[in-house]
């Protein structure tokens, strides 16, 4: 080989701390041998890797791909590690799962319930990703399943589609566009919106498809669940464009208009991602035919449903108004 892992750990802390010196004192390592170790490095990479200056040390070019590739490499023996310790607690199986927002949030966190209640000695990873974060995390190996909406490309992997995600538009009951039909996305944009938090994969998708019009996001407040969005869409603060399931799901609980988007991006088919359905391990495999058995409900339904929620929508507001 050409290094072992006391070699990588030893260089990340040295990118990191900018020192040999320091370095070797983390790593109960003699000065000597921590330069010796790079020297090593170095003639059997047969490239620079540091520049020692007066200051300290900086990395090369050569030393900067050489830490991108040891940092991955070193979190793939961290989950080794964690790996094997389940089998030492009793468990016997270990999933890793990147998925979108609205998977972590709405549908997964039932599913899983049901899934881990079924085969207790599985542990299971659920991490919020964006798309592209999740198609990286598959084709590189660090995790087993990825969940995703909408139109994605992975050379080499299985896309498996398993459901149908539909955007609405939500608003309070008081709002000029409570009620109304079947409307563009871009006819909301200039109203103040409700958004989610940077990070979440639904905020850089609308944020993808404004910018690719020219046009810009009015976003009052950023919050970190549709929960949060919905309360604050609940007050007239601002309206906000989630799925339709959460909408419906905080509609019982909340004073909410729900408004049918006629952009065609609006539905979008949700998608199971894997490197190889044959080389997952069993436990994954289950998971994978569970969460297309517990999604496989009817769509033929939805539209219907949708154009009842925006007749519901326009009565409950006429009541409201009445009231008032």
């Known amino acids: 080989m050409l290094f072992d892992l006391t070699d990588l750990r030893l260089f990340i802390l040295i990118a990191e701390l900018n020192s040999l010196t320091r370095s070797a004192e983390r790593m109960n390592l003699s000065l000597a041998a921590t330069s010796n170790r790079i020297k090593e490095l170095e003639t059997r990479f047969g490239t620079r ?8 040390v900086q990395l090369t ?15 793939q023996v961290e989950h080794l590690k964690s790996d094997m310790q389940q089998y030492n607690n009793g468990i016997k199986g270990y ?12 549908f997964m966190p039932e599913i899983l319930g049901k899934f881990l209640a079924l085969y207790p000695q599985v542990n299971v990873a659920l991490e919020e990703r964006l798309n592209h974060d999740i198609m990286r995390g598959i084709q590189e190996g660090t995790a087993d399943i990825g969940i995703v909406a909408g139109p994605v490309q992975g050379d080499g992997l299985e896309i498996l589609n398993f459901s149908t995600d539909r ?4 608003t309070a009951l008081e709002h000029p566009l409570a009620g109304a039909g079947p409307l563009p996305f871009v006819e909301t944009l200039e109203y103040e919106h409700i958004g989610l938090h940077e990070g979440s994969t639904l905020h850089h998708f609308l944020n993808k498809i404004v910018s690719e019009n020219g046009q810009r ?11 949060a969005m919905c309360r604050m869409i609940e007050t007239n603060v601002g309206i906000g464009i989630v799925p339709l399931s959460a909408a419906q799901r905080h509609q019982q609980t ?3 208009a729900i408004v049918e988007l006629s952009d065609p991006w609006s539905v979008r088919e949700r998608s199971m ?7 997952l391990s069993p436990h994954a495999r289950n998971l994978v035919d569970f969460i297309g058995e517990q999604m496989a409900q009817p769509q033929a339904a939805d539209d219907d449903k949708v154009s009842a929620i925006a007749d519901a929508a326009k009565k409950k507001n006429a009541r409201e108004k009445k009231r008032a």
């Open 49 to 56: 890797l540091l520049y020692r200056e007066s200051k300290g």
């Open 254 to 256: 909340m004073q909410l």
């Open 273 to 279: 991602v894997f490197q190889d359905i044959d080389t």
């Open 217 to 227: 996001l009015k976003l009052r407040i950023q919050v970190r669940s549709f929960e």
């Open 95 to 106: 999933i890793r799962i990147f998925a979108n927002t609205t998977a972590v949030t709405e």
């Open 61 to 75: 070019p050569a030393g900067q791909t050489l830490l991108h590739h040891a940092q991955q490499f070193m979190q």
């Open 167 to 170: 955007l609405v538009l939500v």
